[in-house]
């Protein structure tokens, strides 16, 4: 396996490996960006990005990540598509193995972003792809005239449920608290859109159903008078965070 050099390794190509990039190309240090699985991160799986400084209108994820991408290849960055399997930060140069070779860097930036958070359920496993889903721009087409469920309170759950009215029939939000955490502005969408209901105080504790492999109903439990309720559905979305693609880091650098 080939071992090469880089004065800059930057690990992840969302957005803030973009900007990385486009700095540490502009200085001159011909960076290299391992792009991973997903090139351009989450935000190619965004529908309109409506708060990035500068484009006084809409943008798809997909068209801002192409220009960011364009911009830092403009200075001189380059790219691969793939991913690293180890890193090793005891000693200078730093050491990362990817799926094809072994990279020594002067510095590395991680810019790794974060994946989906989900419920762990055994049904939620089971029907994943099959009505269970934590992309609404990738999925929501397969919805046509259905009712789904939004699962989550916060900007991601908002904008999720939001786009799923351009498909679905009905989206109903489920949310453990009584009031939405996320921005106002989504929330007077949301709140004010004839499509979308919501359940408060709730979570959902089971999934139905593997055994037909579709989803036909959530299980949804009231946190706070303990009572549960099947509630019919035909797909249910999960937009309850995530969580930080640092894996790989762990016993090399201190994480928060």
Same mark, same amino acid.
């Given at each position: 396996?080939?071992?090469?050099?880089?004065?800059?390794?930057?690990?992840?190509?969302?957005?803030?490996?973009?900007?990385?990039?486009?700095?540490? +190309? $502009?200085?001159?240090?011909? %960076?290299?960006?391992?792009?991973?699985?997903?090139? &351009?991160?989450?935000?190619?799986? /965004?529908? =309109?990005?409506?708060?990035?400084?500068?484009?006084?209108?809409?943008?798809?994820?997909?068209?801002?990540?192409?220009?960011?991408?364009?911009?830092?290849?403009?200075?001189?960055?380059?790219?691969?598509?793939?991913?690293?399997?180890?890193?090793?930060?005891?000693?200078?140069?730093?050491?990362?193995?990817?799926?094809?070779?072994?990279?020594?860097?002067?510095?590395?930036?991680?810019?790794?972003?974060?994946? +989906? $958070?989900?419920?762990?359920? %055994?049904?939620?496993?089971?029907?994943?792809?099959? &009505?269970?889903?934590?992309?609404? /721009?990738? =999925?929501?087409?397969?919805?046509?005239?259905?009712?789904?469920?939004?699962?989550?309170?916060?900007?991601?759950?908002?904008?999720?449920?939001?786009?799923?009215?351009?498909?679905?029939?009905?989206?109903?939000?489920?949310?453990?608290?009584?009031?939405?955490?996320?921005?106002?502005?989504?929330?007077?969408?949301?709140?004010?859109?004839?499509?979308?209901?919501?359940?408060?105080?709730?979570?959902?504790?089971?999934?139905?159903?593997?055994?037909?492999?579709?989803?036909?109903?959530?299980?949804?439990?009231?946190?706070?008078?303990?009572?549960?309720?099947?509630?019919?559905?035909?797909?249910?979305?999960?937009?309850?965070?995530?969580?930080?693609?640092?894996?790989?880091?762990?016993?090399?650098?201190?994480?928060?």
């Amino acid at each position: 396996m080939s071992i090469i050099s880089e004065k800059v390794l930057i690990i992840g190509g969302g957005p803030a490996g973009l900007t990385a990039a486009l700095y540490t +190309a $502009r200085a001159n240090l011909k %960076p290299l960006v391992l792009e991973g699985p997903q090139p &351009g991160g989450q935000l190619t799986i /965004t529908s =309109d990005v409506e708060n990035f400084p500068g484009f006084p209108e809409p943008q798809t994820g997909p068209e801002l990540i192409g220009q960011l991408h364009q911009q830092a290849e403009r200075f001189g960055a380059r790219f691969a598509y793939e991913s690293v399997q180890s890193i090793d930060l005891s000693r200078r140069p730093f050491t990362v193995q990817t799926d094809t070779q072994t990279i020594e860097a002067s510095a590395v930036i991680v810019a790794t972003g974060a994946s +989906a $958070r989900w419920l762990e359920l %055994p049904s939620e496993k089971a029907l994943m792809g099959h &009505g269970v889903s934590a992309c609404a /721009t990738c =999925d929501g087409f397969f919805f046509r005239g259905k009712e789904v469920v939004v699962v989550g309170g916060g900007d991601t759950a908002l904008e999720e449920g939001l786009f799923l009215t351009r498909f679905c029939k009905r989206v109903t939000i489920i949310h453990r608290r009584d009031q939405l955490r996320g921005s106002k502005i989504l929330q007077e969408r949301a709140l004010n859109h004839p499509q979308i209901g919501f359940l408060w105080d709730s979570v959902v504790d089971e999934i139905a159903d593997p055994a037909q492999n579709k989803v036909t109903a959530v299980k949804v439990r009231n946190v706070k008078t303990g009572a549960v309720t099947n509630f019919p559905c035909d797909g249910v979305f999960l937009a309850i965070g995530h969580v930080p693609n640092t894996g790989f880091l762990k016993g090399q650098i201190v994480t928060d």
